[in-house]
């Protein structure tokens, strides 16, 4: 199963981007798929998580109210809609997926994901 992640670009403090995420097929139609970020010099962190099968969401402190992770089963696809886009958001963002939907603190740890997308570069600042 391979993990494409889109999206990523240059934006002025307080824009907005979407980022996509497709998987190859429907294995994780089961479990949960996330972003995750990573900027330079830091450890990758959680930003928001979906479980695919009835849509429940989990997100990051620092995102709420700004980001929205939503999934279209029908494409295979997540997707993150960004806004009032900060410099610290700056990062390259990761999506991924994990055969089981799991609970909290699961779904928020990276080493819960098996499958791992590119990355994709977001950059903030003016």
């Known amino acids: 199963v391979q993990l494409q992640a889109s999206g990523g670009g240059w934006v002025q403090p307080g824009g907005s981007l979407r980022l996509s995420c497709t998987a190859s097929d429907r294995t994780f139609s089961g479990g949960t798929m996330a972003w995750f970020r990573q900027a330079p010099g830091e450890e990758r962190e959680f930003v928001a998580a979906i479980t695919w099968s009835d849509a429940n969401t989990y997100y990051e402190d620092s995102v709420k109210g700004r980001f929205t992770i939503s999934r279209d089963r029908a494409k295979n696809t997540m997707y993150l809609q960004m806004k009032s886009l900060k410099p610290e958001d700056t990062a390259v963002y990761y999506c991924?997926?994990?055969?089981?939907?799991?609970?909290?603190?699961?779904?928020?740890?990276?080493?819960?994901?098996?499958?791992w997308g590119q990355g994709t570069q977001v950059t903030v600042s003016s």
């Open positions: 991924a997926a994990r055969l089981f939907r799991g609970v909290g603190s699961v779904v928020r740890a990276t080493a819960s994901y098996g499958h």
